[in-house]
């Protein structure tokens, strides 16, 4: 990559907006964030203006970071100078004070969201829903389960293996089996993810019954979710 765009300078090719997106996001998701911070400067001292892509990336790296206090510096920044924020933003800012165990930042931040009418998708939802694993906040799974119910989200295969995890953690077990009945209400098929995560916590729990075998030949083939 960075050949290529040593390349570009020397033939007197200039790099663009998009190309500085694309270096931003090769530094900062490999962990080099002074790299990505010291060619965020140069393409502006270029002349290259950022855009709200731009700053969705420098808010996910340092999320993933855990650079909390740069983070809020992007997030200031972006509305001191009246960048909209959109659903990237706003998933990213979202996961972010999640993995960090904020659950007040990460609800406010969800609130803000349907405030400004920004539509929650699958990427929202799982990231909500591993945080309030994680801090095992089991009557706040169920709240998002009920705005789900609430709501036209078109729900995938991620945001229910999150579900599984997320239950499974708190140790709800029969909730974490009734996501099977949940994922047929929305015609999604349970892979080999859903049923090795139920596995793992059935057996940490030193349950291996009929359930777990069923998963077991459902992981294999040789069950389906009709069973």
Not at 10 to 15: G, L, T
Not at 105 to 121: H, T, V
Not at 192 to 199: A, E, L, N, W, Y
């Given at each position: 990559m960075e050949s290529t765009l040593l390349k570009m300078l020397s033939q007197n090719c200039k790099p663009d907006v998009w190309t500085m997106n694309s270096t931003l996001r090769a530094f900062g998701s490999s962990g080099q964030i002074e790299t990505m911070e010291s060619c965020y400067e140069k393409f502006q001292a270029s002349g290259i203006a950022p855009n709200t892509k731009t700053y969705n990336i420098l808010l996910d790296s340092y999320g993933k970071a855990k650079m909390y206090?740069?983070?809020?510096?992007?997030?200031?920044?972006?509305?001191?100078?009246?960048y909209s924020w959109t659903i990237v933003t706003y998933n990213v800012v979202t996961d972010a004070f999640g993995r960090?165990?904020?659950?007040?930042?990460?609800?406010?931040?969800?609130?803000?969201?349907?405030?400004?009418?920004?539509?929650?998708?699958?990427?929202?939802?799982?990231?909500?829903?591993?945080?309030?694993?994680r801090a095992r906040e089991v009557?706040?799974?169920?709240?998002?389960?009920r705005t789900v119910e609430n709501s036209d989200i078109t729900l995938d295969i991620v945001f229910f293996n999150c579900l599984v995890d997320a239950y499974g953690r708190?140790?709800?077990?029969?909730?974490?089996?009734d996501v099977l009945d949940l994922m047929k209400e929305h015609r999604c098929k349970p892979d080999k993810v859903t049923c090795t995560t139920m596995i793992k916590w059935f057996l940490i729990k030193r349950i291996n019954d009929h359930r777990v075998q069923y998963l077991r030949d459902l992981k294999d083939g040789r069950a389906t979710d009709d069973t």
């Amino acid at each position: 990559m960075e050949s290529t765009l040593l390349k570009m300078l020397s033939q007197n090719c200039k790099p663009d907006v998009w190309t500085m997106n694309s270096t931003l996001r090769a530094f900062g998701s490999s962990g080099q964030i002074e790299t990505m911070e010291s060619c965020y400067e140069k393409f502006q001292a270029s002349g290259i203006a950022p855009n709200t892509k731009t700053y969705n990336i420098l808010l996910d790296s340092y999320g993933k970071a855990k650079m909390y206090e740069k983070m809020g510096a992007v997030m200031e920044y972006m509305q001191k100078y009246y960048y909209s924020w959109t659903i990237v933003t706003y998933n990213v800012v979202t996961d972010a004070f999640g993995r960090a165990g904020d659950l007040e930042q990460m609800e406010y931040i969800f609130r803000l969201m349907k405030s400004e009418r920004i539509k929650p998708n699958c990427v929202t939802l799982c990231s909500v829903v591993r945080a309030y694993g994680r801090a095992r906040e089991v009557k706040k799974i169920k709240t998002v389960l009920r705005t789900v119910e609430n709501s036209d989200i078109t729900l995938d295969i991620v945001f229910f293996n999150c579900l599984v995890d997320a239950y499974g953690r708190v140790g709800c077990l029969a909730e974490m089996w009734d996501v099977l009945d949940l994922m047929k209400e929305h015609r999604c098929k349970p892979d080999k993810v859903t049923c090795t995560t139920m596995i793992k916590w059935f057996l940490i729990k030193r349950i291996n019954d009929h359930r777990v075998q069923y998963l077991r030949d459902l992981k294999d083939g040789r069950a389906t979710d009709d069973t």
